[in-house]
Nanobody
Framework: QVQLVESGGGLVQAGGSLRLSCAAS????????MGWFRQAPGKEREFVAT????????YYADSVKGRFTISRDNAKNTVYLQMNSLKPEDTAVYYC????????????????????WGQGTQVTVSS
């Protein structure tokens, strides 16, 4: 049974940093992309970043480029999202997700491209 378990969320002041972790288990993820999405109250779930488990190719949403960094530790089966220079608009529930290699890269930027999801972790940035 595939499990994605997020941790590391919390309350932080604007300009601060947090690191989210996603522990993956239940299958081999080589060839998969591991992504982070977020959903604020009343808004749709939006893409944040994704990384290919093998090789490390990354993609980021424009809104987080230069502030967030996605990485993975293959030995620990864990994906990380380092978030720096946080803004109040980054406040959301952050979800970890896994996607099989798609035919088109654009699919990785949408939630429908991912077939495994974690339960989410709350990130709140105060002004």
């Amino acid at each position: 049974q595939v499990q994605l378990v997020e941790s590391g969320g919390g309350l932080v002041q604007a300009g601060g940093s947090l690191r989210l972790s996603c522990a993956a288990s239940g299958r081999t993820f080589s060839g998969y992309y591991m992504g982070w999405f977020r959903q604020a109250p009343g808004k749709e779930r939006e893409f944040v970043a994704t990384i290919r488990w093998s090789g490390g190719t990354t993609y980021y949403a424009d809104s987080v480029k230069g502030r967030f960094t996605i990485s993975r530790d293959n030995a620990k089966n864990t994906v990380y999202l380092q978030m720096n220079s946080l803004k109040p608009e980054d406040t959301a529930v952050y979800y970890c997700a896994a996607a099989p290699q798609p035919l088109f890269t654009a699919v990785l930027l949408t939630a429908r491209g991912y077939n495994y999801w974690g339960q989410g972790t709350q990130v709140t940035v105060s002004s």
